[in-house]
């Protein structure tokens, strides 16, 4: 069966340092992955979608990798501020209608 | 701008009771999701709806049942609560089209003693 593994610990880094959260996945070969955002008592936010013939895309700070081969998706967040205190998921399609997600990487931004 | 809204926020069950969640949406998405979270296993998927008129099971349908009213409403009903149903619940919708992000609810809190 498909599985996904984050990072269940969580990560800690200095404001204005660059945070990088990993997704790896079994199993299953997507043609797409997303990344969400999760803030405590809250449903998770949409933030970047990247499809299997992207190997990267770029909103604002945030940039993802998806490399097929690895079977694996990089989340970066660059000049990292305590405001995206928050725990990052990543969802992998499974058909036209279905998802799997990840158990999500908690990131801590320390000012 | 609501969204995607889940009622009630929060619910203490005890063990053998029924309960409908109810979810709706206002943004005219065709598919609607059932999710539950609990720590360390991520989101799984109960049921969903890829159109008005049609559901299907998701990873752990056991125990629920589900029905798409219309297309703005998805309930979610437990028929006889068990603790082990004890979880948050998130119901989003998405719109036609294979790379569409989902639109999440800010869940349910669900306890069953």
């Known amino acids: 069966s498909q599985k996904i593994e984050q990072n269940s610990e969580a990560l800690n880094i200095q404001e204005g340092k660059t945070a990088t959260l990993t997704c790896n996945y079994t199993?299953?070969?997507?043609?797409?992955l997303q990344w969400y955002r999760q803030d405590p008592g809250r449903g998770p936010v949409f933030l970047l979608l990247i499809r299997e013939n992207e190997k990267e895309k770029r909103k604002e700070r945030l940039k993802v990798t998806f490399d097929t081969t690895l079977k694996q998706s990089l989340f970066h967040i660059t000049a990292s501020q305590p405001a995206d205190s928050a725990t990052y998921l990543c969802?992998?399609?499974?058909?036209?209608?279905?998802?799997?997600f990840g158990t999500g990487t908690r990131l801590k931004v320390l000012a | 701008n609501a969204g995607v809204t889940q009622t009630p926020k929060f619910q203490v069950l005890k063990t053998g009771q029924s309960m409908t969640l109810q979810c709706a949406q206002d943004m005219n998405h065709n598919s609607m999701y059932w999710y539950r979270q609990d720590p360390g296993m991520g989101l799984r998927l109960i049921y969903y709806s890829a159109s008005e008129g049609t559901t299907d099971k998701g990873e752990v349908p056991n125990g629920y049942n589900v029905s798409r009213l219309n297309k703005r409403e998805f309930s979610l009903r437990l028929e006889s609560a068990a603790p082990s149903q004890t979880s948050v619940y998130f119901c989003?919708?998405?719109?036609?089209?294979?790379?569409?992000?989902?639109?999440f609810g800010d869940g349910t809190r669900l306890s069953i003693l």
């Open positions: 199993n299953y070969s997507p043609a797409y």
């Open positions: 969802a992998l399609e499974r058909g036209t209608y279905k998802y799997i």
């Open positions: 989003a919708s998405r719109p036609s089209g294979g790379d569409q992000p989902q639109h």
